[in-house]
């Protein structure tokens, strides 16, 4: 993979300021509970929702770093690999001794990574939640593992990826990254290509430099929330992440060319799964002073969701696809709209595709449903309160947002910039990316169609 | 619902750890190197009962027909449905299996006489509501949930899905085209660890009603007529097999109009199916064939042992300290992951398991008369599957020998009683538990749980797992490439070598050849090689 390293700060791509020292924030439509936010000198921002959930909290760390930070050739899956070695002790906590603590007490403990953020989430009393950050700013700020362990953690993530390597959709995720991005580090997935992660076992000093690079306070968001005294927390916030010192690595990504044509890309599947149709096209990243990604999770349901016509013709009264999917998480850097058919059989490949090629059509043509549309934005509405039920519910869902845009009222703004989101907009959009120059149009066959023996 | 979410962002957004650590850079806490397990025969401990030689089927309580479980919260906007039947697939007929997870399929999908499915749809998506049915073995689930600006409408769309259900051809066609496929393709082909906790359940209930897949077996989707549908529907899905559970801002009035709505439905229909007693044989391996970069494992028993028995609490406990799921603490996931990085995970259940989506707890509302103890190991690469497999009995072998050492045993006990908090934090789950109560007699069943906790003691503990826990009578499942050269192995059962890219400490070296030769308790003429394309054909 091409890469080349610059001077200037550059990670920080989006412009909005984090709030500095402290900043309160009432409970709105866009997001139903009060918010407390403070950023530490160090540049450490401090999210708390008190939320009722009596004797119980989760605590987030939201690093801003995944497998778009992955650019040198041969060390995909880093981001993910190091996931895993943040678990592996420190010299006041050795191997195992934090998991003895959180055991403990209880806790439901665990981290995942995406292409933009790694998260380490704690759920579980209130009771341990001071001695939570004394042992979270410990294993943040003195991390120290000895390479026969992350030798053998090595070996973990390779049966992670075995685990998952007989589903046709890290296939495909590989393949459709790999077409439609030829520099930027969105080219991998975030698991990381087969031979990289075979590989892993010899990138020790590797390791540690990816440590150093993007695990600073000024490049983590902590999330709390749940049933806890602020002061109390705030106080021990202080005390031992405070001192934490460090700046993020000043590295800018590749930036990916404007695409020109249409690209494509086939998968012959040597094993029985039904047939797919998938379109990706190139997206702009999601800021908080565009309407980008907010069109895109309202055109994701308008195009393919279940009360979408095409949802309808192609599911429900043809059955020529099994089922319709849409992609349109929000990025930091421009990613992809995708939409997918998972087709009954081979022999309707062309029909879908003309269905499919039909509703972008009618869109770009200027002809758009507004009831619809503003049925999408009553579901996003409902739908967050519907998925707000626990304390790790909440967390979570900030987290996403609050990693993804780098500020901590992301997600009420993001919900917000979709309820304003209007019939024309998916116009627009439609118009500007929706065309079959900017698309990846990825295929994939199976040897047994359907599963027939 | 469909949530709008592409699969593969569900693969790649969300790359979860599942561990952490323990092995020894610096000499660990005082743990002594582990004594060598002494085969279980050679019990030190109390005498244990001779070991049953079958699994009778002793029924589940049968709470009064349509019985209702309020859960109220008055402050929470959103309102959830929990409508429980006593039928599973065991209710399915013989040559029709699959036939009570599609009823149900049907039913929430299918539309109502007054809404097609298409039209169902869209009076759902504005409010985000959900409604779901699941199906089990023995149970079948209607869930909904709803925000309270939506109630009337949303109770009126939940009940006629049941009450006045479309049953419309081409919808059946559909959902009968999606069973077929997630078995041919999602079971058979995609998901090798799914694929070997069924195969599991088919070595385990071989000839007995739990035995099918639950989603059905490909002769039985494929006879299923949707005469059938509606016939099934009519006799399962009856008032005298119904718990209704209501939860969130729910008042008289919307508890006295769901039960009166639902005394609509038939009042009796199908007798229970009445489960064979279940041979206790062990020793017995289904190793399925298909092409696959590594090799999964699960193995289990059938067990007399359930909720509500006294021994139920403490194995429970011992088998969590061995492999709570998903967690990082247990003895399998430490041992075998952790210090030797075999695969991803090692987990270890007192009772049958099906992890809810989005957790790492086990799901409610899927009792079962006939109950299983199991170990699950992740894919390991082909080459280490023998040694895994014994590590993980080798590891069992230990909890048999010897009382859990106490600052571990108090670490776990203390672990349960703040995680099993968290199974009850959602109002779906929190009635899911009220209503598994009802059946299985186990009021306040998580209270009883941190309270038996509170007593246990490591004899307790141990006394207990010796009387139900015995290597001998467990059967294994592999998945697997090459069948032939696996079985070969688990018939000629020579130790297994292992070696590692980087340096471990004399003492794991010394106790892997130990497991490397530990017996498995695998009878040669008792392993049979299943093709996975023709698993669960009829």
Not at chain 1, 51 to 60: R, V
Not at chain 1, 206 to 213: D, G, K, L, T, V
Not at chain 2, 132 to 145: L, N, P, Q
Not at chain 2, 290 to 315: C, E, N, Q
């Amino acid at each position: 993979m091409h890469h080349r390293w610059l001077i200037p700060l550059l990670l920080v791509l989006l412009g909005t300021a984090l709030p500095v020292s402290a900043a309160e924030q009432p409970a709105s439509p866009f997001f139903p509970y009060p918010m407390k936010v403070d950023r530490l000198p160090n540049g450490l921002t401090v999210i708390r929702v008190p939320f009722n959930s009596p004797g119980l909290i989760a605590y987030q760390t939201v690093v801003r770093v995944g497998s778009r930070n992955e650019v040198e050739p041969g060390r995909t899956g880093f981001a993910h690999f190091f996931e895993h070695m943040m678990f592996k002790g420190t010299k006041n906590f050795p191997e195992g001794e934090r998991e003895k603590v959180i055991a403990a007490y209880g806790y439901d403990d665990n981290a995942f990574t995406s292409d933009d953020i790694t998260v380490y989430h704690s759920y579980g009393p209130t009771a341990g939640l001071l001695k939570l950050v004394e042992l979270e700013a410990d294993r943040f700020r003195h991390l120290e593992y000895s390479e026969p362990s992350f030798q053998t953690e090595a070996l973990a993530v390779l049966g992670e990826y075995h685990k998952n390597a007989a589903l046709p959709w890290l296939k495909i995720e590989e393949e459709l990254s790999r077409t439609a991005f030829t520099r930027h580090p969105y080219g991998h997935t975030t698991l990381g290509y087969y031979d990289d992660i075979k590989a892993m076992p010899q990138a020790y000093a590797y390791s540690r430099a990816f440590f150093e690079r993007w695990y600073t306070p000024d490049n983590i968001l902590l999330i709390i929330v749940g049933d806890f005294d602020d002061a109390a927390l705030m106080a021990a916030v202080q005390k031992h992440y405070g001192p934490w010192e460090g700046k993020s690595a000043s590295i800018q990504l590749p930036k990916e060319p404007p695409q020109k044509q249409e690209r494509s890309v086939h998968i012959d599947w040597p094993q029985s799964t039904q047939p797919q149709l998938l379109y990706a096209w190139r997206t702009p990243a999601a800021r908080l002073d565009t309407s980008d990604a907010a069109v895109q999770a309202v055109l994701g349901s308008y195009l393919v969701g279940s009360t979408s016509p095409l949802f309808k013709e192609l599911v429900l009264d043809k059955q020529l696809a099994q089922d319709l999917d849409g992609s349109t998480m929000p990025h930091r850097d421009p990613h992809l709209f995708s939409v997918s058919a998972t087709l009954q059989k081979e022999a309707n490949r062309a029909a879908v595709r003309a269905s499919l090629n039909a509703a972008v059509k009618e869109l770009v043509t200027g002809k758009v449903d507004a009831t619809r549309v503003e049925a999408i934005k009553s579901r996003t509405r409902y739908g967050l309160l519907m998925n707000m039920e626990t304390a790790k519910d909440v967390a979570q869902q900030l987290s996403w947002y609050a990693g993804i845009y780098g500020t901590p009222d992301a997600l009420a703004r993001h919900v917000q910039k979709i309820s304003e989101v209007k019939p024309g907009d998916l116009v627009a959009f439609a118009r500007r990316y929706l065309t079959a120059a900017n698309r990846t149009v990825l295929s994939l066959t199976p040897q047994q169609a359907g599963g027939q023996k | 619902m469909r949530p709008l979410l592409s699969r593969s962002l569900a693969l790649g957004a969300a790359l979860y750890l599942g561990g952490c650590a323990t092995a020894s850079r610096t000499a660990p806490a005082p743990e002594a190197a582990p004594p060598p397990a002494p085969p279980p025969a050679q019990a030190q401990t109390p005498a244990e009962p001779p070991a049953p030689t079958s699994v009778p089927a002793r029924p589940l309580q049968q709470p009064e027909p349509a019985r209702l479980v309020v859960q109220a919260h008055p402050d929470s906007p959103i309102v959830s449905f929990r409508l429980v039947f006593h039928s599973g697939s065991v209710d399915d007929p013989k040559g029709k299996e699959g036939l009570g997870a599609l009823t149900a399929q049907l039913l929430a999908e299918g539309g109502t006489q007054s809404l097609s499915s298409a039209q169902l749809l869209e009076a759902l998506f504005p409010m985000a509501a959900e409604l779901d049915a699941s199906t089990d073995k023995e149970f079948t689930v209607f869930s909904g949930r709803v925000h309270k600006d939506f109630l009337p409408r949303f109770l009126e769309l939940f009940t006629d899905v049941l009450l006045k259900p479309r049953f419309d051809p081409q919808e059946f066609e559909r959902l009968r085209s999606l069973a077929l496929s997630d078995l041919r393709n999602g079971l058979r082909s995609e998901n090798d660890e799914a694929l070997g906790k069924v195969a599991l359940d088919a070595l385990l209930y071989e000839g007995h009603p739990y035995a099918h897949f639950v989603g059905g077996t490909e002769k039985g989707l494929e006879a299923i007529t949707l005469e059938d549908v509606k016939a099934h529907a009519a006799r399962v899905f009856t008032q005298d097999r119904l718990v209704i559970g209501l939860a969130g801002p729910v008042d008289e009035q919307l508890q006295r109009t769901v039960v009166s709505r639902l005394s609509a439905l038939p009042a009796t229909g199908a007798p229970r199916v009445e489960l064979p007693a279940v041979p206790t044989t062990g020793g017995r391996a289904l190793v399925v064939q298909k092409p696959t970069l590594s090799t999964a494992i699960s193995l289990g028993a059938v067990t007399p042992l359930r909720r509500g028995d006294p021994d139920f609490f403490p194995v429970a406990f011992a088998l969590s300290y061995l492999g709570e799921h998903r967690q990082l603490g247990g003895v399998l996931f430490n041992e075998l992951r952790e210090k030797r990085g075999l695969n991803y995970g090692d987990y270890a259940y007192a009772e049958h398991f099906i992890e809810e989506r989005g957790t790492t707890y086990n799901r409610t509302n899927i009792a079962r008369t006939q109950q299983d103890l199991s170990l699950w190991i992740r894919p390991v690469v082909p080459d280490n599957a023998m040694f895994a497999t014994r590590g993980t009995l080798y590891f069992l072998d230990q909890l048999l020998a010897q009382p859990i050492p106490a600052e571990k045993f108090e670490r776990s006990r203390s672990f349960l009683l703040g995680y099993t908090r968290l199974w009850e934090q959602t109002d779906q789950r929190r009635l899911g538990y009220a209503i598994d109560a009802l059946f299985l007699g186990t009021p306040d069943y998580l209270e009883q749980y941190r309270a038996a906790l509170a007593k246990m003691t490591p004899e307790s503990v141990h006394a207990a797992v010796r009387r139900h826990v015995r290597p001998e009578s467990l059967d294994f499942a592999f998945v697997t490439q090459n069948a032939e050269g696996l079985v070969k192995q688990l018939k000629e059962q020579a130790s297994s070598p292992i070696t590692y890219a980087s340096p471990k400490s004399l003492e794991l070296l010394e106790q892997d050849k130990a497991i490397g030769a530990r017996p498995l308790p695998i009878r040669p003429d008792a392993i049979q090689i299943v093709p996975a394309d023709t698993f669960m054909e009829k």
